[in-house]
C-alpha cells in the first residue's frame, strides 16, 4: 500500500522574496506632490487634483518603461513639458473661441508653474560661465567646435555639468548660442 509522510523536514532558511521588484526612488518633490494630493482630496480642489494625479500617473508610467524619473530634474522636465502642453492647448482654445476650457488650462499651468519653481537649478549666468569655459578648453586643445561634443564634454563623468543641477535643455540652448557666437 501507499504510506503516506506527514513529516516534511523544514530548512532553516530564512524567508526570502526571490521576484521582488524594488522600486526605483522617487525624487524628493514627489513626495510633496503625493502630499498635496491628499490635501487637494480634502479640499475637493478639482483643478489641482487633477493635475497632480496625472503627474503622479505619468512618473509611475515612466517607472515601467527604461528610464524612469528618478530625480527632480527629470521631474522638472516632465512638469515643463506638461506646462508647455497645456499653454499650446489653451492657446488653441483661445483661438476657439472656447473661454471656459482656455480658463481650465490656465490653471493647470499656473499649478504645474508653482511645483516647477520649488525645484532648485542652476542659474543661467553660472551655466554660461562654465560653457564657455569649456568652450576655450575645447579650442586650446585643437577640436573641432560643435553643439554635440560640447554637450557630451559638459555631461559626461567628470565634466563640468556632471550631477549638477543644471537642464539639459537650457544647458543646450546657451551652448547652440556659444558655438553660433565663436
Do not use: C, H
Not at 65 to 92: F, G, M, N, V, Y
Not at 152 to 159: E, N, T, V
Request: net charge positive.
Amino acid at each position: 500500500m501507499f504510506r503516506t509522510l506527514r513529516s516534511t523536514t523544514r530548512l532553516n532558511l530564512s524567508p526570502v522574496r526571490w521576484n521582488s521588484t524594488a522600486s526605483p526612488a522617487s525624487p524628493p518633490l514627489m513626495a510633496k506632490i503625493r502630499s498635496d494630493l491628499k490635501i487637494a482630496m480634502r479640499a475637493k480642489d478639482t483643478a489641482r487634483l487633477n493635475v497632480l494625479r496625472a503627474l503622479i500617473s505619468e512618473t509611475n508610467n515612466s517607472a515601467k518603461t527604461s528610464s524612469p524619473i528618478q530625480t527632480d530634474l527629470q521631474l522638472l522636465s516632465l512638469i515643463r513639458k506638461r506646462a508647455a502642453a497645456a499653454k499650446e492647448a489653451s492657446k488653441q482654445f483661445a483661438d476657439a473661441d472656447r473661454p471656459d476650457l482656455k480658463e481650465k488650462e490656465d490653471a493647470q499651468v499656473t499649478i504645474l508653474e508653482e511645483y516647477a519653481g520649488q525645484v532648485e537649478t542652476m542659474s543661467m549666468d553660472d551655466i554660461k560661465a562654465i560653457v564657455s569655459q569649456e568652450l576655450l578648453k575645447m579650442k586650446e586643445a585643437g577640436k573641432k567646435v560643435e553643439v554635440g561634443g560640447l554637450l557630451k564634454s559638459l555631461f559626461a563623468p567628470g565634466g563640468a555639468l556632471d550631477g549638477k543641477p543644471a537642464e539639459r535643455a537650457e544647458v543646450a540652448k546657451i551652448a547652440k548660442e556659444a558655438v553660433a557666437s565663436a
